[in-house]
């Protein structure tokens, strides 16, 4: 059968069985268009828009039959983890891949499992600035950004 996909610039025909899988079809589109399957985002236009993000699934799942349209949106790559260095206070350095965005709190607790300091107890400094709260990026962290780990003294 027949299947047309539609994207930004136009339109093409793809001849598929009803068994082939929601993966199959991706590398068809690949072959066809050059588009890498891990960025494609494929929608059934059906009177309603229903996803195809099951690649395991046959397309006869869905519902696609002759001459159905399919809508192709070709997405950005994620971005590549930033990796960063942790120097502790023994000076040795542990490497970390973060998000910019990830907050300071959730990294404090991955230093946590990895390092074995309670976050509570953790002095995190970059930059000459201990990092309190918000987002890494906050902090200027940047990739192969070197964090300090110093350890918060006990008593009061």
């Known amino acids: 059968m027949d299947i047309t996909i539609t994207m930004v610039g136009g339109s093409h025909t793809v001849r598929v069985n009803p068994q082939d899988t929601v993966g199959s079809l991706k590398i068809k589109i690949q072959s ?20 195809l993000n ?11 039959q002759h001459g159905s349209q399919v809508s192709l949106l070709v997405t950005e790559p994620p971005p590549a983890p930033t990796q960063v260095f942790l120097r502790n ?3 040795q350095l542990s490497t970390y891949d973060i998000r910019l965005d990830e907050t300071v709190s959730n990294f404090k607790n991955r230093v946590e499992k990895r390092e074995g300091v309670p976050a ?6 970059h930059q000459g600035r201990e990092m309190q709260g918000g987002k890494l990026e906050d902090y200027n962290v940047r990739n192969h950004s070197t964090i300090d780990l110093t350890l ?3 008593g009061g």
């Open 54 to 64: 099951d690649d395991t699934k046959p397309i006869s799942y869905y519902g696609l």
């Open 120 to 125: 509570s107890q953790q002095r995190l400094i």
């Open 32 to 51: 066809m268009l050059g588009v890498d399957p891990q960025r494609q985002r494929l929608v059934f236009i059906n009177g309603q828009k229903t996803p």
């Open 89 to 91: 206070e023994k000076g």
């Open 152 to 154: 918060r003294l006990r």
